[in-house]
């Protein structure tokens, strides 16, 4: 059985920090490109950062400087590190694990969410 559990989410003034861990279990996050989505009330559900299994990664516009992500293989976790927090930055944040992407073959994993709320 898979489960990508979340933690860290909480209330945060504005420029402040959180980090976010994605504990997996039931997968080997190394052989999966790990991501973190959110979403916010009333909008849809985006793609915040990802990295795929060399490394490479992939940041959204909005968060490019302020959010970091990393892997800990050893530890099976993903971890979100969020600086300079916005308030636009509030929403629900999940962990995603998804493999043979784009082929017929594509299996996603993703996480209960954890809620992220920047507001003074």
């Known amino acids: 059985q898979v489960q990508l559990v979340e933690s860290g989410g909480g209330l945060v003034q504005p420029g402040g920090s959180l980090r976010l861990s994605c504990a997996a279990s039931?997968?080997?996050?190394?052989?999966?490109?790990m991501n973190w989505y959110r979403q916010a009330p009333g909008k849809q559900r985006e793609l915040v950062v990802g990295?795929?299994?060399?490394?490479?990664?992939n940041y959204a516009d909005s968060v490019k400087g302020r959010f970091t992500i990393s892997r800990d293989n050893a530890k099976n976790t993903v971890y979100l590190q969020m600086n300079s927090l916005k308030p636009e930055d509030t929403a629900v944040y999940y962990c995603?694990?998804?493999?043979?992407?784009?082929?017929?073959?594509?299996?996603?994993?993703w996480g209960q969410g954890t809620q992220v709320t920047v507001s003074s």
């Open positions: 039931g997968i080997i996050i190394s052989l999966y490109a």
């Open positions: 990295i795929i299994s060399g490394g490479t990664t």
């Open positions: 995603n694990a998804v493999t043979s992407r784009g082929t017929p073959y594509e299996i996603n994993y």
